[in-house]
């Protein structure tokens, strides 16, 4: 072995293993978010009481049937909800498209509370308090949101706040590139 | 004996925060049990991310705790409860990455490191053996480049 390999040779090596490093720092998505696998699949059933009416049942596929909307996944002690409710306010107003509310492992009273002092941004809101949905949804946290197109396929997902930005990044182009 | 016992005292503070976060009866067959353990031990927590689904105390980890068990119960293998969940989480929800053509490096860089580690040690020590035995070969050889 020549003096000159002695030095290159852990060296090459070294090198090698920081672009390996570097490679997979940059590949890897936001930290802590998990990005889901149901992006691009059919939707799961959502077939849950309203949070209104516990003796009222509500099937999302049947009832957006053919159309656009967004799943909204929210509750009452979730911080950062609150801090997400005007935007979606704004998004009611702005977006063209039903939101469909669901309140996560909560107290139905507070929910309704909450709706009632904020103001209700939501077409219909079902409560899936054992969170059985939310589990075959892949939720993790709240808020999240789900853009559902007219063939009951997720388009897209938001974890963490929407915001009017993110509604114009990340949902809206989903939407005109099917006009 | 005061130092004993407040160390007695303070070891007993510690075990209260180690109790199990479980709140789930056991179920009532060995075996399943055992596998609902095994299970949970390898899943990790979606929002803690740190922990395993056994070990975290939020409630998703309870309810996809339910969801282990119920499986099982329902007669479903362990391999379908692992896709089941991967399938909806993704497979950073498995602590244990599977084998396959992404992963391969991260299961193979260990042995190769090993590998490398092993040859380049045994270069050492037969130049060093060689030195010893007065056989100067080597050493002229370095001086000659």
Redesign the interface.
């Known amino acids: ?3 000159a390999n002695r030095f290159l040779l852990p060296l090459g ?1 070294f090198a090698l293993l920081v672009l ?1 490093l570097v490679v997979g720092l940059k590949q890897a998505p936001d930290k ?1 978010i ?5 992006v691009g699949k059919p939707a ?1 059933a959502l077939v849950l009481p309203t949070l209104m009416d516990p003796a009222v049942t509500l099937d999302a596929a049947q009832l957006y049937k053919g159309q656009w909307y967004l799943l909204n996944v929210w509750g009452t002690w979730c911080v950062e909800c609150r801090y997400e409710h005007p935007a979606l306010l704004e998004l009611q107003k702005t977006a063209g498209i039903p939101i469909l509310g669901m309140d996560w ?1 909560d107290d139905e009273a507070t929910a309704q509370q909450w709706l009632k002092e904020l103001g209700n941004p939501y077409d219909q809101v079902v409560s899936d308090k ?3 949905v ?8 709240a808020p999240e949101t789900y853009l559902i197109n007219p063939e009951g396929i997720i388009a897209t997902k938001r974890v963490g706040s929407m915001t009017p930005a993110i509604w114009e990044k990340q949902f809206l182009p989903l939407m005109a590139q099917r006009k | 004996m005061k130092l004993r016992s407040a160390l007695a005292v303070l070891l007993i503070g510690f075990a209260a925060g180690a109790m199990a976060v479980d709140k789930f009866e056991p179920l009532p067959d060995a075996t399943q049990q055992k596998r609902y353990l095994g299970l949970t031990h390898e899943l990790r927590c979606v929002q803690c991310q740190n922990e395993s689904i056994a070990d975290s105390p939020v409630e998703v980890a309870a309810d996809l705790r339910r969801e282990v068990r119920e499986s099982i119960q329902a007669g479903k293998t362990d391999d379908e409860i692992r896709d089941g969940l991967v399938s909806r989480y993704g497979e950073f929800i498995l602590f244990k990455p599977r084998w396959s053509a992404r992963n391969a490096l991260l299961w193979l860089a260990p042995g190769l490191m090993l590998l490398v580690g092993l040859f380049v040690g045994f270069n050492i020590v037969r130049r060093r053996a060689q030195l010893l035995t007065g056989d100067d070969s080597v050493v002229e050889e370095e001086e000659r480049t």
Not at chain 1, 34 to 38: A, G, N, T
């Open positions: 072995m020549s003096r090596g390996l802590g998990i990005v889901s696998p149901l799961p492992r054992e969170g059985r939310a589990l075959a949804w892949g939720v993790y946290g």
